[in-house]
């Protein structure tokens, strides 16, 4: 139930209540880690304002579509009975790439980890993928029929991989269990692949402030976007949900390009700004992309590197795309910060970078500002202490590092970590050269050498 959810899918759920007039639907919330959000909105009843911010952005709006929320971590088992009520035909995940416990070398479930282990051996289920499969094996120990599990996390083929996920998890069950809820998983839950957008800062204190001010009242649990927004969801269901296309949702058989282009293009964009930008000093994305020299990056990484790697699907202009994507970056209300686009780099590198620098690789292309975002989020990992590296793989990215500083040796122990890169990027010199020369002109020559090598180079 973070700011995304609220902004996202909870809009558009109340806009299809709206549009069809059928008002049965309501949203149980769930929190992962922390009690935040429940004592932000439990005490308001679930209501929240959603305040959009430049062009376009209009009024203040409350949305009332969230009825409940569940401190995921205090009563685990709540989350699964919810999954499994006969009320409940949607599930939708919004829990980050590292929510999905993915081993990266395998791209199957982590059955080493620690918390899948445990949820394997029962008790109330703690992990995201745990819950669902309890949740499941609930719906057909009680009948409670088929249900839709929507990704809404960026991450290539979500629904698909999800499906891999759970049903790694229901193959790892012991005794009996496994094959009688594989089967039924097979016939009775759809895992829609979609595509979300929409950017989300993280509210501050200042936001809280602003919406108080306009609204007369203090929402704590108020929310910040952007006016755009996009969901684009495989139409493929096997129960009840609410009217999402009345909502502007586009659903369709081919959800693959949509995604593609977005993770490729605008995500990997948005991480290559935020590594430039913690580089240089610069605190939002707006102000990045305010930057001549690194809004050409951005601007040449999209054409030269990602599009001729992309399959664009009917309806998507990629030049029109890439414009509005530099359009709305620059949004200077939004307050989008580098930190939190760069934060979870290990997670975040290879669902939005590594298909375009492999595919530019085998075509015989350098990639070369793809390689500028890998090399400036190498710089990032090589000089934030490790307290600041917002990353579940902070500490092993840090021993990773060698003692000495040389630019090539700092390139060839961050490459080389296996749960980021693959052994074949690892060994290409092409892709190993371009990260070293990035690399030190980052190290050796700052930002304006940086912006030198960019418009002159
Ligand atoms: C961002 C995304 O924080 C990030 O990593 O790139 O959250 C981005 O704002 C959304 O995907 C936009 O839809």
Redesign the pocket.
């Known amino acids: 139930m973070g700011a995304f959810h609220r902004a996202h899918q909870a809009v558009l759920t109340e806009d299809a209540m709206l549009a069809t007039g059928d008002t049965r639907w309501g949203i149980t919330g769930v929190t992962q880690r922390s009690r935040t959000v429940v004592e932000q909105l439990g005490p308001q009843d679930g209501l929240f304002t959603l305040s959009q911010r430049g062009a376009g952005s209009g009024l203040l709006r409350v949305v009332s579509s969230l009825r409940d929320i569940i401190p995921g971590h205090e009563r685990p088992q709540q989350v699964v009975d919810a999954i499994s009520a006969a009320t409940t035909t949607v599930v939708t995940l919004t829990v980050t790439e590292k929510g999905y416990r993915i081993d990266p070398r395998t791209r199957r479930l982590a059955l080493h980890d620690a918390a899948i282990q445990q949820d394997l051996a029962g008790g109330p289920a703690r992990t995201a993928i745990g819950q669902i499969a309890r949740g499941l094996q609930g719906r057909l120990r009680t009948d409670t029929g088929p249900i839709n599990i929507i990704s809404c996390d960026?991450l290539p083929s979500n629904g698909a991989l999800t499906r891999t996920l759970v049903r790694d998890f229901i193959a790892a069950l012991p005794g009996g269990e496994a094959d009688a809820l594989d089967a039924w998983v097979r016939e009775n839950v759809a895992f829609p692949d979609t595509m979300?957008?929409?950017?989300?800062p993280a509210t501050t204190v200042a936001d809280l402030d602003a919406v108080e001010q306009e609204l007369g009242l203090r929402d704590e649990g108020a929310v910040i976007a952007e006016p755009f927004r996009q969901w684009v969801i495989e139409d493929q269901f096997v129960a009840a949900r609410p009217a999402w296309e009345r909502a502007g949702a586009l659903l369709t058989a081919d959800v693959l390009g949509w995604e593609t282009a977005k993770l490729r293009l605008?995500?990997a964009s948005?991480?290559l700004l935020a590594y430039l930008g913690l580089a240089a000093g610069l605190r939002t994305i707006a102000d990045v992309v305010a930057d001549d020299a690194f809004r050409t990056a951005c601007s040449r990484m999209m054409i030269e590197d990602v599009l001729p790697t992309l399959d664009l699907p009917e309806g998507l202009d990629g030049r029109q795309y890439i414009e509005t994507v530099l359009e709305r970056f620059a949004n200077p209300a939004l307050g989008?910060t580098t930190a939190?686009?760069g934060n979870d780099g290990s997670q975040?590198l290879g669902p939005r970078l590594l298909a375009t620098i492999t595919a530019a690789l085998a075509a015989g292309r350098p990639p070369r500002w793809a390689a500028l975002a890998a090399a400036a989020w190498m710089h990032h990992v090589s000089t934030a202490d490790v307290a600041e590296l917002d990353d579940p793989l902070a500490r092993s990215l840090k021993d990773s590092l060698p003692s000495s500083t040389n630019s090539a040796s700092i390139v060839r122990a961050l490459v080389n970590h296996l749960d980021i890169f693959t052994p074949e990027l690892a060994a290409d010199t092409t892709f190993t050269g371009l990260l070293t020369h990035w690399y030190s002109i980052i190290d050796k020559h700052g930002p304006e050498g940086l912006r030198k090598e960019i418009t002159h180079g």
């Open positions: 960026n979300v957008d929409r950017m989300v605008l995500n948005h991480s989008h939190k686009v975040k």
